[in-house]
């Protein structure tokens, strides 16, 4: 891929990685560790997988993609999701910040037919398709 491409879709997912780095600040504060892997900045370890356990069961999360940033519970986790969460990179890539919204539609409409909004989001099924991904309890 030319510089040129590849700085095009770093910059079309900017507004989510920024969201991504300000949810980095926060696990980063709670002791995880940076590391930098392909281009994508993964965040993982430290309490993050205790505060992921305060949220409300449907926002819970082993790893979660936003824009050119993966925050995850633990690396080692990290590690068996990795593949999965890059396609959610791709997706970012393609989509900018448009993929908030859509992904939030996705799950609606799926909630809406009575399926989980999880596994029959569109963004998750090709994920799901191109690569594993987390464990869903």
């Known amino acids: ?3 040129v491409v590849s700085f095009a879709r770093y910059l079309w997912a900017l507004p989510a990685t920024l969201v991504g780095l300000a ?5 980063l504060g709670a002791g995880a560790t940076l590391r930098v ?3 994508v900045i993964e965040v993982a370890g430290g ?3 205790r505060i992921v356990r305060l949220f409300p069961t449907s926002f819970r999360f082993v790893a979660i993609t936003l824009g050119h940033v993966v925050i995850a519970i633990d ?5 068996c999701v990795r593949a999965h969460e890059r396609v959610h990179v791709q997706q970012y890539e393609r989509w900018g910040a448009l993929f ?7 799950s609606i409409v799926q909630l809406a037919r ?3 909004p999880y596994l029959y989001n569109r963004f998750e099924r090709e994920a799901f398709a191109k690569a ?3 464990v869903v309890e």
Not at 23 to 27: G, Q
Not at 100 to 106: M, V, W
């Open 1 to 3: 891929m030319s510089p």
């Open 23 to 27: 949810f980095a600040c926060v696990a």
């Open 37 to 39: 892997v392909d281009g």
């Open 47 to 49: 309490r993050t997988g």
């Open 75 to 79: 690396h080692d986790v990290l590690a």
């Open 100 to 106: 908030f919204p859509l992904y939030l539609a996705s």
């Open 114 to 116: 009575g399926r989980n």
């Open 132 to 134: 594993p991904g987390p």
